[in-house]
């Protein structure tokens, strides 16, 4: 899937800020494999692992060819995490192979809809999400927002990447969780329990919504039919 540049997704942002519902999104939790880092400069899974990374979405992307209909590949850490759309369950199903056949791939996500592709009005609430969630990780001093990697699709918001402690992953989703136009986020980040003040995994609770840094806050009216303020986080293992 063709995204639009990041840097028009950021100048959307007063133009799509309003007409984003600001409710809390349910949240499924997968304490998966291990993870890496997002930034470059302030990762654990260092430079190597970062080219290993690039070089692993490349060799997919390139195996896909356009075949299975518009679909995003992100990895971290050798985990290939697969967003967009497939014009049949079948294209689906086929690209999660071939991406599982790919040396050097540990484990394959597959989140792909089956549908038609999203529009560029889609794409653009999706880049501003991103864009919103890693501000806001990033102004959070409570979170290495380094290690985490981001990933919208459809207002699903995904996080890859590598936690200090379940409570600095709890806050990190609570983050994405309400941040304007965010469905659902799903979580492929583990914890680390050997870290300082790392926790054995405990069910995430819902909280009141973060504080907004670097800004000031905003009223968003959530639109008809959407989950409550206090809408429950769902904890989901996955294998």
Known sequence: MTRFSL?????TTG?????LGGCPAAVVGGLAAAGGAGYEAA????????????????RVSNAFNGQYGSINTTVYG???LLTGTSPTQQAKFQAAQVARQIAGVKVVYDEVQ???NADGWQIAKDDWITARVRSDLVFNGD?????????????????????????????????ARYVPGVQRVVSFV????????????????AGPPPMVYGGTNQSYAPPSG?????????VQKLN
Not at 150 to 172: F, M, N, P
Not at 190 to 205: D, F, I, K, M
């Open 15 to 19: 133009l799509l800020s309003p007409l």
């Open 7 to 11: 840097k028009v997704a950021v100048l």
């Open 43 to 58: 990762q654990e899974r260092g430079v190597n692992g970062t080219f290993d990374d690039m070089n692993l979405q490349a």
């Open 114 to 116: 089956v549908g038609p």
């Open 78 to 80: 050798g985990q290939v």
């Open 143 to 175: 979170i290495r927002s380094g290690n985490y990697t981001i990933e919208t699709d459809h207002g699903s918001v995904y996080l890859l990447g590598s936690a200090r402690s379940q409570a600095e992953l709890d806050k990190a989703t609570q983050a």
């Open 190 to 205: 583990s914890v680390r329990y050997g870290e300082p003040n790392g926790q054995p995994p405990a069910t995430a609770q």
């Open 226 to 234: 959407s989950p409550s303020a206090n809408a429950p986080i769902q």
